[in-house]
């Protein structure tokens, strides 16, 4: 299981991974089982929680990739707790920050991927850094991709 990755590398994978198909017991079959999935800035976790609660309630959608939480790392551990049903892949933008001392400021950033636990079987994390989550669900290679605003300083660093 790989953990970090650069975004060429993502790339190159996603592009090795096209010709796939298949369902997801790994079978081929005509009759592929299909995948709901939602993207949603959550603003914050104590204010998009709420939200993903209520479309999980409503919808139960079998992924989730979900941008802009504010978790540091060391509260990542909330996703598991508030979406019990699901598996969270995901890192903090905070990281540096934390590390570096003592924090000031608003919280910024953050992405994750929620897998329902009934797919865990089909699904490994292929890379995670602090604004892109990739996994595989199956035959099906997600990316879950945060795009900062002009206004971020280091936008082209990694863009």
Not at 86 to 101: D, H, L, N, T
Request: proline share 3%; net charge negative.
């Amino acid at each position: 299981m790989r953990q970090s990755c650069t975004a060429a590398m993502a790339c190159q994978l996603a592009t090795s991974l096209c010709n796939v198909s298949g369902d997801l017991s790994g079978e081929t079959s005509s009759d592929n089982a299909s995948l709901s999935v939602v993207s949603y800035n959550m603003h914050g976790f104590n204010q998009g929680s709420h939200t993903v609660r209520d479309l999980i309630n409503e919808f139960g959608s079998d992924i989730f990739l979900l941008q802009e939480h504010w978790l540091t790392p060391a509260n990542l551990g909330r996703f598991d707790v508030e979406f019990p049903r699901y598996i969270c892949f995901g890192s903090s933008a905070m990281r540096s920050c934390v590390e570096s001392g003592v924090l000031y400021g608003r919280p910024f950033g953050g992405v994750s991927v929620l897998v329902n636990k009934r797919l865990q079987q089909y699904t490994e994390i292929v890379c995670c850094s602090d604004r892109y989550v990739a996994v595989i669900v199956g035959n099906v290679l997600i990316f879950n991709i945060y795009f900062p605003c002009v206004g971020t300083p280091d936008r082209q660093e990694y863009y």
